[in-house]
């Protein structure tokens, strides 16, 4: 089909098209869109014509040129309350300016886009006009689900932004993306607000973060405030790490490397390769710093694991007594933090599903800091509140052994079909479909 025919069947339902054109590398379609006057919204007076306007939408390309939709209608003046209205298109958006297409074209671009400029451009609107329709996007999604229960807050560091994910733990879904913004702590205060007017929310899992901590202590009177025991177990590796990198710089540490300390310090003991849990019992027995570092930590995670909540801070001040003295001034911080949530009577969170989401957000952030994508605050939380529910086609290169150089391009449809949940999105689908998405050259889908 020629694309000025193509054009005309896109926009076959509008009465009338005055002209299609090709200007400056864009097709730009010339609607008319007439309608009969009608009654005031505001005071039900009849209304009169006063003149015309035409209004710029942005509609999907076409083989990969912009389509700029012009509207020109009718003016409308209320002669009883001086109101003006222009009538209202079907299949528009006012605002931004786009159609409903784009709409959607955006959700579906969303999966491949690298930055919010490139995103822009592939449509041919402004930057400005997509992250309006993105957080318009996001806010609709954020209307379906309904108040968890069980809150998690967590956080999701890209480029040293802190971003919060609010979780429904019952579950394991998102039900809510707090970018890294000024106004984030406020965004969160009227979210905790919002969530307890609505049904009192009973647990709030919170990082350690002590504005987070304070935040939830004040905002949740109802709920139990949990500190999450992944999330103690990320700040007591970091300071392991630090400390296992000194002893490395040092050469009191072994056999083991920097690189090596990075890597160990961050795992519990059930996540060591056999051969790291060889390397783990032979360092304790030669007195290895690193590994007796890291034997200390899992005894406390262990105690934690077992602990009666009430002293569970309690526990952790006698670790600290039973280390080294060189090595307590590194957790001092530490200590800090957990003795004001000890007074704010935060305890500690041993919820299941806390490891799992936790997992899946580490995994999302992998999958975010890979180069070559840079996601403004909007598109983050368009893709991770709401492009789920969208289908993805893609395009490879599937390349077929034994036939030499030869590909075949392939297409297919991934994406959650189903419609979409109060309780939220799945984190681990957004999880898989991303990989899926930027990673299509996954074992498993490749053909024999
Ligand atoms: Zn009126």
Not at 321 to 344: D, M, N, R, V, W
Request: proline share 5%; charged share 25%; net charge neutral.
């Amino acid at each position: 089909m020629k694309p000025v025919d193509a054009l005309k069947h896109r926009f076959s339902s509008a009465k009338a098209i005055d002209e299609i054109v090709f200007r400056d590398g864009k097709w730009e379609v010339h609607a008319t869109f007439s309608s009969r006057s009608d009654r005031c919204p505001s005071c039900n007076s009849l209304v009169s014509r006063h003149g015309w306007s035409q209004s710029r939408f942005i509609d999907t390309p076409l083989d990969g040129k912009i389509v700029h939709l012009f509207i020109k209608r009718p003016r409308f003046i209320c002669r009883s309350c001086s109101k003006t209205l222009t009538p209202v298109v079907p299949g528009v958006v006012e605002s931004p300016r786009v159609t409903e297409r784009l709409v959607s074209h955006v959700r579906f671009l969303l999966w491949t886009a690298t930055s919010l400029r490139n995103l822009a451009s592939s449509v041919g609107a402004l930057p400005k006009t997509i992250s309006e329709l993105l957080k318009r996007i996001a806010e609709e999604a954020r209307e379906t689900t309904s108040t968890p229960t069980e809150l998690g807050i967590h956080v999701l560091t890209l480029h040293e932004n802190r971003h919060l994910v609010l979780s429904n733990l019952s579950v394991g879904t998102v039900v809510d993306f707090l970018p890294s913004v000024d106004e984030q702590i406020e965004l969160l205060i009227q979210r905790l607000i919002a969530f307890n007017k609505d049904k009192a929310t009973q647990v709030v899992s919170v990082p350690a973060d002590q504005e987070i901590v304070n935040v939830a202590t004040s905002h949740c009177s109802v709920a139990r405030i949990e500190l999450s025991l992944s999330a103690i177990h990320t700040l007591i590796a970091g300071v392991v790490s630090k400390l296992g990198a000194q002893e490395s710089r040092r050469g009191r540490s072994g056999s083991v490397s920097r690189g090596e300390v990075e890597r160990l310090s961050y795992l519990r003991k059930s996540e060591l390769s056999d051969k790291d849990v060889e390397c783990l019992s032979d360092g304790i027995q030669e007195g290895n710093s690193f590994w007796k570092l890291f034997d200390a930590k899992e005894l406390l995670m262990s105690r934690w694991e077992m602990a009666e909540c009430s002293a569970w801070v309690d526990l952790f001040r006698i670790w600290l007594l039973g280390l080294p003295s060189s090595y307590q001034p590194a957790f001092h911080g530490l200590l800090l933090l957990l003795s004001k949530a000890e007074q704010l009577q935060v305890t500690l969170s041993l919820e299941p599903t806390l490891p799992f989401i936790d997992r899946n957000i580490s995994s999302l952030k992998e999958l975010l800091l890979k180069p070559g994508r840079s996601f403004s605050p909007e598109m983050l939380v368009a893709l991770v509140l709401a492009s789920p529910f969208m289908t993805v086609r893609l395009e490879r290169k599937v390349s077929i052994k034994g036939a030499g150089r030869m590909w075949l391009e392939e297409s297919w449809d991934i994406g959650d079909q189903r419609p979409p949940s109060s309780a939220g999105i799945s984190l681990e689908n957004l999880v898989n479909l991303l990989s899926s998405v930027w990673n299509p050259h996954t074992p498993d889908t490749d053909r024999k």
